[in-house]
C-alpha cells in the first residue's frame, strides 16, 4: 500500500529516502540492495525524530525527481527487461528450429519423442508475448504518470516541466491522428482458463 | 485437413508469429505467410488468395478487430477466408463483437499446438 512521507521529515531525511529509492531502481533486480541503501536507512533512523523544519527548495525539488530521473529510470529498466526476454527468447527459438532440422537423423520414435518436447519449449516461449504486451501497459501507466506529474509542475511555474509537457502532449495529438495507441482489444486480463468459456460462445 | 492450404498470421509480436509459424509447420502447413498489422495483411490479401487467416487483436496502427471487419466488408478472393482470433486477452463483449464481425474462432494465449490444432480443425473441416 502506498503512503504518502509524513510531512514532517526534514531535507536530509527527504535526501536519505531519495537515494534508497535510487538504489533500489539501479539495483539489479536480484532483490540484494546495496551499501548505498543500506547506509542511507541507517541515516534515516538516526534522523528520526531530530524535528528539523523542510525548507521551499526541498519541497520543490522534490516532484521535480520524480519526473526527471525517477520515472524515467523505472521506464528504462522495463524496457531493458522487455529487450533482454525477446533476445533470449530468438535465441531459445533459433536453437529449437536447429534441433527441429535435424530431427530426421534420428530414428522415428527418437523423433517423436523429442518432437513432442521441442513443441513444449516452443510453446513456453509464449511468455515473452504475454509480459511483452503487459510491461507495455506498464510503461503506458508510468508515462501517463509522468505526463501528469510535469502537468503538475507546469501550473506551479516549472519551465522544464511545461517544455516536457507540451511535447508529450503535441506527440500525443500526433498519435492520436495516425491512429497509433488507439489499440481497442479486450482489456481484462486473463488469470485462468476462458477458453473453454469462449468455446462456449461459438457453440451457441 | 489440408495442410497444403496457404496461411497467413497476422501478429505485431515477432516471437509470437515465430512460434505459431513453427508449430503450424510442425502440423504439416509448409505455406505459411505473416504480417506485423491490420494494414500489412490487407496489402498481402490483395494479391494472394489465403485458406485461413490466424490473427492477433491488439496490433497497431489496424487492429486485428478492425482488420477481420475490413476483410469481411471486402470484395475480394479473401472476403470469406476462416478467421481465427488470437489474443491474451478477453472479455464476453469482445469475444461476442468479433464474432458478430466474422469471425470463425477464438484462441486465448497461452496456447498449446493441441488447441491451435483442434481450432483450424474446426474452421477448416
Same mark, same amino acid.
Not at chain 2, 469482445?94 to 480443425?121: C, H, M, W
Given at each position: 500500500?502506498?503512503?504518502?512521507?509524513?510531512?514532517?521529515?526534514?531535507?536530509? @531525511?527527504?535526501?536519505?529516502? +531519495?537515494?534508497?529509492?535510487?538504489?533500489?531502481?539501479?539495483?539489479?533486480?536480484?532483490?540484494?540492495?546495496?551499501?548505498?541503501?543500506?547506509?542511507?536507512?541507517?541515516?534515516?533512523?538516526?534522523?528520526?525524530?531530530?524535528?528539523?523544519?523542510?525548507?521551499?527548495?526541498?519541497?520543490?525539488?522534490?516532484?521535480?525527481?520524480?519526473?526527471?530521473?525517477?520515472?524515467?529510470?523505472?521506464? @528504462?529498466?522495463?524496457?531493458?527487461?522487455?529487450?533482454?526476454?525477446?533476445?533470449?527468447?530468438?535465441?531459445?527459438?533459433?536453437?529449437?528450429?536447429?534441433?527441429?532440422?535435424?530431427?530426421?537423423?534420428?530414428?522415428?520414435?527418437?523423433?517423436?519423442?523429442?518432437?513432442?518436447?521441442?513443441?513444449?519449449?516452443? @510453446?513456453?516461449?509464449?511468455?515473452?508475448?504475454?509480459?511483452?504486451?503487459?510491461?507495455?501497459?506498464?510503461?503506458?501507466?508510468?508515462? +501517463?504518470?509522468?505526463?501528469?506529474?510535469?502537468?503538475?509542475?507546469?501550473?506551479?511555474?516549472?519551465?522544464?516541466?511545461?517544455?516536457?509537457?507540451?511535447?508529450?502532449?503535441?506527440?500525443?495529438?500526433?498519435?492520436?491522428?495516425?491512429?497509433?495507441?488507439?489499440?481497442?482489444?479486450? @482489456?481484462?486480463?486473463?488469470?485462468?482458463?476462458?477458453?473453454?468459456?469462449?468455446?462456449?460462445?461459438?457453440?451457441? | 485437413?489440408?495442410?497444403?492450404?496457404?496461411?497467413?498470421?497476422?501478429?505485431?509480436?515477432?516471437?509470437?508469429?515465430?512460434?505459431?509459424?513453427?508449430?503450424?509447420?510442425?502440423?504439416?502447413?509448409? $505455406?505459411?505467410?505473416?504480417?506485423? $498489422?491490420?494494414?500489412?495483411?490487407?496489402?498481402?490479401?490483395?494479391?494472394?488468395?489465403?485458406?485461413?487467416?490466424?490473427?492477433?487483436?491488439?496490433?497497431?496502427?489496424?487492429?486485428?478487430?478492425?482488420?477481420?471487419?475490413?476483410?469481411?466488408?471486402?470484395?475480394? $478472393?479473401?472476403?470469406?477466408?476462416?478467421?481465427?482470433?488470437?489474443?491474451?486477452?478477453?472479455?464476453?463483449?469482445?469475444?461476442?463483437?468479433?464474432?458478430?464481425?466474422?469471425?470463425?474462432?477464438?484462441?486465448?494465449?497461452?496456447?498449446?499446438?493441441?488447441?491451435?490444432?483442434?481450432?483450424?480443425?474446426?474452421?477448416?473441416?
Amino acid at each position: 500500500m502506498n503512503k504518502p512521507l509524513p510531512s514532517d521529515l526534514n531535507k536530509e @531525511q527527504r535526501s536519505a529516502i +531519495e537515494s534508497v529509492v535510487k538504489d533500489i531502481l539501479e539495483s539489479d533486480l536480484s532483490g540484494q540492495y546495496g551499501g548505498h541503501t543500506l547506509k542511507s536507512l541507517h541515516e534515516l533512523q538516526q534522523q528520526e525524530g531530530s524535528g528539523e523544519a523542510m525548507s521551499p527548495t526541498a519541497l520543490a525539488e522534490q516532484p521535480c525527481d520524480i519526473s526527471e530521473k525517477h520515472l524515467p529510470t523505472i521506464v @528504462q529498466n522495463l524496457n531493458s527487461i522487455r529487450s533482454t526476454a525477446e533476445s533470449a527468447t530468438h535465441a531459445i527459438m533459433n536453437a529449437t528450429e536447429n534441433i527441429q532440422a535435424l530431427l530426421g537423423m534420428l530414428d522415428e520414435k527418437m523423433e517423436q519423442l523429442i518432437r513432442k518436447e521441442l513443441n513444449m519449449i516452443v @510453446q513456453a516461449c509464449a511468455f515473452q508475448d504475454l509480459t511483452g504486451q503487459q510491461m507495455t501497459r506498464i510503461v503506458d501507466s508510468v508515462e +501517463e504518470i509522468e505526463f501528469s506529474v510535469d502537468g503538475i509542475l507546469s501550473s506551479m511555474g516549472n519551465k522544464n516541466a511545461a517544455r516536457r509537457y507540451k511535447e508529450i502532449a503535441a506527440r500525443r495529438v500526433k498519435e492520436k491522428a495516425s491512429g497509433k495507441k488507439s489499440l481497442s482489444g479486450p @482489456q481484462n486480463i486473463v488469470v485462468k482458463d476462458k477458453q473453454a468459456e469462449i468455446d462456449n460462445m461459438f457453440d451457441t | 485437413m489440408n495442410t497444403k492450404t496457404p496461411i497467413l498470421v497476422v501478429d505485431d509480436y515477432k516471437t509470437m508469429v515465430r512460434i505459431i509459424r513453427n508449430l503450424l509447420v510442425q502440423l504439416g502447413f509448409d $505455406d505459411v505467410d505473416d504480417a506485423s $498489422d491490420g494494414s500489412e495483411a490487407l496489402q498481402r490479401m490483395s494479391s494472394k488468395r489465403y485458406g485461413l487467416v490466424i490473427s492477433d487483436w491488439n496490433m497497431e496502427p489496424m487492429n486485428g478487430l478492425d482488420f477481420l471487419k475490413a476483410v469481411r466488408a471486402g470484395n475480394g $478472393d479473401n472476403t470469406q477466408v476462416p478467421f481465427i482470433m488470437v489474443t491474451a486477452e478477453s472479455k464476453q463483449s469482445s469475444v461476442q463483437e468479433a464474432k458478430e464481425a466474422g469471425v470463425n474462432n477464438y484462441i486465448v494465449k497461452p496456447f498449446s499446438a493441441d488447441t491451435l490444432r483442434t481450432k483450424i480443425d474446426s474452421v477448416l473441416g
